[in-house]
């Protein structure tokens, strides 16, 4: 099934959850979200060089962005984009040394051609989606302003490949988006949303077709907790 929603919406929705977005993220997941952005960080370790300039997509509160700035070995300069300003806003209240912000669509990069050596990207392509060619122009936009050689790494939910368990999460999930529903009556919409948007995303290889198809190679693609999310690696 194609899921297809308003690009407005989308943008409003976001506008909407930045206040308990980090929190709420980290109850719906029971905590696994920090996890699994502690094993991207390891894939984004494993082959970083000195001086990495990094882009981080759809950045939101900057979660990601500030622990891959926070990285000791190898400092890396950080710019974090979104189109949600008061997503960005909270970014910038809690804003660490080496991070950047600025607004703007993932599918019209305000960057020069090869700027960045990594582009990363956590929890955004799924938004990405709303419109037939979203994903896949935004993905070129990550191409072109990679550096040759550069790295991109996503981090997504993907599809379960057993049945079981994802009928397990699609309740569990369909139960904790009732509740919060019920508690936060202004962002019901948003998070049924999220959950559809979840529920319907692509499986680990249609996605890795996807970014091979946007102008990527050497797609890799790693389960993790076997395949409650994916990281895709890739480079220019
Ligand atoms: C689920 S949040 C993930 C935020 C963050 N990366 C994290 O790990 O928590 C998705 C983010 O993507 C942003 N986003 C969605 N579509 C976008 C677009 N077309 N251009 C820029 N940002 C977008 C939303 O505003 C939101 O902040």
Known sequence: MFFA???NKIHHFFDR??????????????????????????VVKDGIGAEERCLDVGCGTG???????RRKRFPMRVVGIDFSMPMLRKAVRRNSENTTYVMCDARLLPFADCTFNLVTMA??????????????N????????????????????????SQLTKTLIGIYARIMVGIIG?????????????????????????LANIIHSSGLSHVEMYKVMGGLVAIHRACK
Do not use: C
Not at 63 to 69: D, G, I, P, S, V
Not at 123 to 135: M, P, V, Y
Not at 185 to 193: D, I, K, P, T, V
């Open 5 to 7: 929603m308003d690009d």
């Open 17 to 42: 959850i930045w206040p308990l977005y980090e929190i709420l993220n980290h109850i719906i997941t029971l905590g696994l979200d920090i996890i699994w952005r502690n094993v991207m960080l390891h």
């Open 63 to 69: 979660e990601m962005t500030r622990q891959l700035a």
């Open 123 to 136: 929890f955004a392509a799924r938004n990405l989606r709303s419109e037939n060619s979203g994903l896949t």
């Open 138 to 161: 935004a993905i070129g936009e990550i191409a072109r302003v990679l550096v040759k050689g550069g790295r991109f790494i996503n981090l997504e939910t993907t599809q379960h490949p």
């Open 182 to 206: 019920r508690l936060l009556r202004g962002s019901r919409e948003a998070y049924h949303y999220l959950y559809t948007s979840y529920r319907e995303f692509y499986s680990i290889h249609e």
